[in-house]
């Protein structure tokens, strides 16, 4: 399986951007995808995440800004990040859980540069 993130770029704050995550390979099901962020000298966290239900979840940081979606049929997650802050500045990565025989398994994007001016 192969996630292939897109769609960082540098904006003003209050700006927009929207985040695209496509995964590829021999998937049968995705049981949820997430994106997450890392800042220099910070740890990663979770920003949002979408599990195949349909159910999401969020950073409180990132609340009534974000939006994750998710589009079954293309194995796509998507990330509308709008009001951006300077504080959102970080690369941020995607991932996905597929199930396996044995458990889940968790892979990883490339991560995409967002940078913030103010």
């Known amino acids: 399986v192969q996630l292939q993130a897109s769609g960082g770029g540098l904006v003003q704050a209050g700006g927009s951007l929207r985040l695209s995550c496509a995964a590829s390979?021999?998937?049968?099901?995705?049981?949820?995808m997430g994106w997450y962020r890392q800042a220099p000298g910070k740890q990663r966290e979770l920003v949002a995440a979408?599990?195949?239900?349909?159910?999401?979840n969020y950073a409180d940081s990132v609340k009534g800004r974000f939006t994750v979606s998710r589009d079954n049929a293309k194995n796509t997650a998507y990330l509308q990040m709008n009001s951006l802050k300077p504080e959102d500045t970080a690369v941020y990565y995607c991932?996905?859980?597929?199930?396996?025989?044995?458990?889940?398994?968790?892979?990883w994007g490339q991560g995409t540069q967002v940078t913030v001016s103010s």
């Open positions: 390979g021999s998937i049968f099901s995705i049981n949820a």
């Open positions: 979408i599990i195949s239900g349909g159910s999401t």
């Open positions: 991932n996905a859980v597929v199930p396996g025989p044995i458990g889940n398994y968790v892979y």
